[in-house]
């Protein structure tokens, strides 16, 4: 399979302590002679010993295999699709494994199974590139017209089908959205994601880049009816050219990222559009977690920056910190259905600069349950537009019990700055404390 093996010497104690990198080979020393270890999901793992190094290549492939092993060819003219399910699928038959992605462009456009998917995840199986020049790249077309005009990069073949146990990590997702483009507005549901995922968990994506989306999500987790899915983490990744943003598309309510489930964490990711919007809206991160935290990350060019909705099962934690917003036309967009309560929400020491004429910095539009308890502190809200009569706030929320709104800095908003309205039976607690108003039509409307 031509697996890259490089091999240092350490010893077996060395290894209660170190956990070696996914694909790391190393020799092991120990009284019962030399052996070898290797990275893994699950951790550091001995494989048998025996002194012939090429003799292992066969073991190592249901580990680390190359695409190209399996005739993939990464020259974005050939479709790479067969091939690259071929090793995926090996890996998977092996009890799991990593799929590497050499430098090159590979061109996927045979979609399958009822998601019109280019690629079957399965469990236990990791995708990892050499950096943003491995490429994953979609046909042209894949949006034709009718019920089936839309594809999922990576996905499973029916709803009920689970994914776990995976890390896709150091590559590039290009949805060739200038060639997928939704002509009808009507068609704005058309799926185009690069991964999309119903039930599972344990799922990680770092270092991965994922551009020109004409479609609804980039990275979309868990079912609407279902809040089940397990815990999630994206980081350090690249998330460009989405929804609307992309010219002569009709696209009117994307989101870059769109989870239902337990445990999301999303730090230190970049998402970019040159524009807001001006047909529809956009979202770069929508949650619907039981648990989150969402912190570091830049926002740059959506409508929404972020939606924040209990829509399944309550959220019980989320704490947004240290992101850096700006020219969105909302920075915190809260919304809810009936029954389920969003509690325990911190939004703190974020950066919210907004340029929409009718833009907020934190707005409760569609609360239909009350709030258990929210905290807006420590951040900066500026709005950096031209207009001089819209009516939009740093700060608006309603339908709580609880809130604490406390030592954020509050620049520009000609709408006011702070506007509290307390839940139906009255019997809301706020304290406002320590804010620093500057050059606001109100103070605040308590």
């Not at 939704?182 to 690069?194: C, E, G, Q, V």
């Amino acid at each position: 399979m031509n697996d890259v093996i490089n091999l240092e010497k350490c010893y077996e104690a060395d290894l209660d302590t170190n956990i070696l990198p996914l694909g790391r080979a190393v020799t092991v020393q120990d009284e019962g002679g030399e052996g070898i270890a290797i990275g893994t999901l699950q951790g550091n793992k001995m494989l048998p010993r025996q002194k012939d190094i090429e003799g292992l290549a066969s073991e190592l492939a249901s580990i680390v295999t190359d695409a190209k092993s399996f005739g993939a060819k990464g020259d974005g003219i050939t479709d790479d699709c067969i091939a690259i399910q071929n090793a995926i699928d090996y890996c998977h038959n092996k009890g799991g494994g990593t799929v590497l992605l050499s430098t090159g462009i590979f061109l996927c456009g045979s979609v399958k199974g009822s998601y019109n998917a280019l690629l079957y995840a399965r469990d236990n199986v990791s995708i990892k590139g050499t950096g943003f020049n491995s490429i994953l790249k979609a046909k042209a077309g894949l949006n034709f017209a009718g019920d089936t005009g839309y594809f999922n990069f990576l996905s499973t073949e029916l709803i009920t089908d689970s994914v776990s146990n995976c890390i896709f990590e150091d590559f590039t997702f290009d949805l060739n959205g200038n060639n997928n483009l939704i002509t009808n507005p009507s068609d704005y549901a058309k799926a185009d994601n690069a991964i999309k995922l119903w039930n599972g968990g344990n799922i990680i994506i770092q270092n991965v880049k994922s551009c020109n989306n004409a479609g609804l999500q980039h990275f979309r987790f868990g079912r609407d009816d279902l809040a089940d899915f397990g815990t999630v983490k994206i980081l350090n990744c690249f998330v460009s050219e989405s929804g609307g943003s992309i010219a002569n598309n009709h696209q009117i309510d994307h989101s870059s990222i769109y989870y239902i489930g337990n445990d999301l964490l999303i730090d230190g990711c970049s998402f970019n559009n040159q524009n807001i919007p001006s047909e529809g809206g956009n979202c770069a991160i929508e949650n619907h977690a039981r648990h989150s935290i969402i912190s570091n990350n830049k926002i740059s060019g959506y409508t929404n920056a972020n939606i924040i909705a209990p829509t399944t099962a309550d959220m019980e934690q989320a704490l947004y910190i240290g992101n850096s917003i700006d020219n969105c036309g909302q920075g915190f967009f809260l919304w809810s259905i009936e029954g389920f309560d969003l509690n325990d929400l911190k939004i703190v020491n974020n950066n919210v600069n907004i340029s929409s004429s009718d833009g907020y910095g934190l707005h409760c539009l569609k609360v239909i349950s009350d709030i258990s308890k929210i905290e807006i502190s420590g951040n900066t809200f500026r709005y950096t537009g031209t207009e001089t009569t819209y009516s939009g706030r740093a700060i608006s929320i309603k339908r709580f019990k609880n809130a604490i709104i406390r030592n954020n800095t509050i620049e520009g908003y000609v709408g006011g700055a702070i506007e509290v309205r307390p839940n139906s039976l009255g019997t809301s607690n706020v304290i406002v404390d320590g804010n620093m108003v500057y050059d606001c039509g109100k103070k605040s409307s308590l």
